[in-house]
């Protein structure tokens, strides 16, 4: 009876897991991030300032009112016909007459399995959805577009004028090998000056950030991730915090582009959003060499691949955040990449992952299985004492504790494989819907993409049979009515699975199958049919 009820807390708890998300989708993460710089920028500053950053008319001198300028509503930005591209060995990057980067597309990525996909744009300036990363001078704009002065293919050096006359020059570079954009600024007779650096985000699917995944806006600030959600942007306007280093970025699933700082290097953040654009940006005081001024950064545009963002060398693996389970999930994660070098299929992984698992829990749930067995021998005992108590539940549950005691049978040593698999299975779940190396991953057959649904639905089948299988080997319940409510189980469980991502289903299937062959023996061993 317990372990039924530990199976309908598992199917409730799952259905809370993606019912959640719609009942409650706000997730209040950096409020206190907030409050600790208030202090600092005055809350109404941004109000007086309404045209983009780099439009601003007239300088100021005060840090508050730079940042203020900043954050201020980005107007609807036109696309300039004019881009310089430059490329390497994994991304082609455009670099528009404003010296922003309106377009990076990673060579090796494909937006689906189709023969004749597109590679993964993740910066991109449309009319629909655009993400793009814009840089600007505080209080200064420009009076003349930017011009090439040196153009190779991995570097492009662009020059341009402010309109107090004085020269800005701007030098992109890529390296082979490498996601990450290297940006050398130089303002010349420019000491004092600081420059607006933020990756815009406009028109974004909202509804794809939930609380078991992040997307949009996130950083790490002082060591702390942060991930104010739209709507909270929607509801305060902008948040502003200070960290020494860090990297403030915008996500998907998949893809990040992320400001990385200067690790010995203060820096004003901020968060804004007015419901359809949206800012993740920092202010650079850089440095002064002579009489001019210097800022040097660098930015990631490329996959949340967990080794190429350790490559970064900053703490940019935090990105890919598996939430509570990380304790769980990371070293599984970690594991499934290292049985990759060996298989070449995420499929087969997983397989071996769960006869890892089930090794490491041989023992508990060896012994829960005899568990079961043995009281399943006591079913025709059961049913005796059913007829011959009726209706006096007390009587009968008095009983059947004896009856327990007596031939040394643990009812809630059936739990312990449900118990076991719950966290295991939301780790993996994390793991599976989070980790790029799973995006477009093959298995065999008709499973082309294991971190999606299976097309034809036959692994979530092949789960309710081996699952209906598996019940009929444990003792049936003496309640008629819970009884039937178990028959049914295998059928619900066969209907949320059927969208599940279908390496988790696989996971389930080759669980149960191990499960029933190791339960069928301890039944053969201890002659119970």
């Not at 009942?23 to 809350?43: C, D, N």
């Amino acid at each position: 009876m317990d372990q039924r009820n530990m199976i309908l807390a598992f199917a409730l708890s799952m259905l809370v897991l993606l019912g959640w998300g719609v009942l409650f989708p706000q997730q209040e993460p950096v409020a206190t991030q907030q409050v600790k710089t208030e202090s600092v920028i005055p809350a109404d500053s941004s109000s007086e300032v309404v045209t983009a950053p780099e439009m601003k008319p007239s300088a100021e001198s005060s840090e508050m009112q730079a940042v203020a300028s900043a954050v201020a509503p980005v107007q609807h930005v036109a696309i300039t016909p004019e881009s310089f591209e430059i490329s390497n060995d994994l991304m082609r990057l455009s670099v528009n007459e404003k010296g922003w980067l309106t377009r990076a597309v990673l060579t090796n990525y494909k937006e689906s399995l189709e023969a004749d996909s597109a590679s993964v744009a993740v910066l991109k300036m449309e009319d629909g959805h655009s993400v793009y990363v814009n840089t600007g001078v505080m209080g200064r704009r420009l009076v003349q577009p930017f011009t090439v002065v040196k153009k190779e293919a991995s570097t492009l050096l662009l020059r341009s004028v402010l309109d107090d006359g004085r020269m800005w020059e701007r030098q992109v570079d890529l390296s082979q090998g490498s996601y990450v954009i290297s940006i050398h600024d130089r303002i010349i007779d420019g000491g004092g000056l600081k420059l607006y650096r933020q990756v815009v985000e406009r028109n974004p699917d909202k509804e794809a950030n939930t609380f078991y995944e992040h997307m949009g806006p996130t950083g790490l600030l002082d060591g702390k991730l942060q991930e104010p959600d739209y709507d909270e942007l929607d509801e305060k306007g902008s948040i502003r915090m200070a960290s020494m280093g860090g990297w403030t970025a915008i996500m998907n699933r998949y893809f990040i582009a992320a400001l990385l700082s200067n690790p010995d290097q203060d820096y004003p953040y901020y968060y804004k959003g007015d419901g359809r654009s949206y800012q993740a940006g920092l202010i650079d005081d850089g440095t002064v060499e002579g009489r001019d001024a210097v800022f040097k950064t660098r930015i990631y545009v490329g996959p949340k691949s967990i080794p190429l963002l350790e490559s970064a060398n900053a703490e940019l693996e935090r990105s890919v955040d598996f939430g509570w389970f990380s304790p769980i999930a990371q070293p599984m994660h970690s594991f499934l990449g290292w049985l990759y070098k060996y298989l070449g299929n995420y499929g087969w992984c997983i397989i071996v992952l769960v006869i890892c698992i089930k090794i490491l829990f041989f023992y508990p749930t060896q012994k829960s299985y005899e568990s079961m067995a043995a009281m399943r021998k006591l079913q025709p005992e059961m049913t005796r004492m059913k007829e011959q108590y009726g209706d006096d539940r007390q009587r009968m549950g008095q009983e059947v504790m004896q009856l327990y005691k007596k031939h040394k049978v643990n009812p809630l040593g059936g739990c312990l494989p449900i118990i076991i698999q719950i966290p295991v299975f939301f780790a993996l779940y994390k793991v599976l819907l989070m980790s790029i190396e799973m995006r477009q991953a093959p298995f065999i057959g008709w499973i082309e993409d294991m971190s999606v649904q299976d097309p034809f639905f036959v692994l979530p089948v092949i789960m309710g049979i081996s699952m209906y299988i598996q019940q009929k080997l444990n003792p049936q319940p003496p309640d008629p009515v819970q009884a039937k409510v178990m028959q049914f189980l295998p059928f619900l469980f066969t209907a949320m699975f059927l969208f599940f991502p279908a390496g988790l289903v696989l996971y389930w299937v080759v669980n149960n199958v191990l499960s029933i062959i190791q339960q069928r023996l301890v039944m053969k061993r201890m002659n119970v049919d």
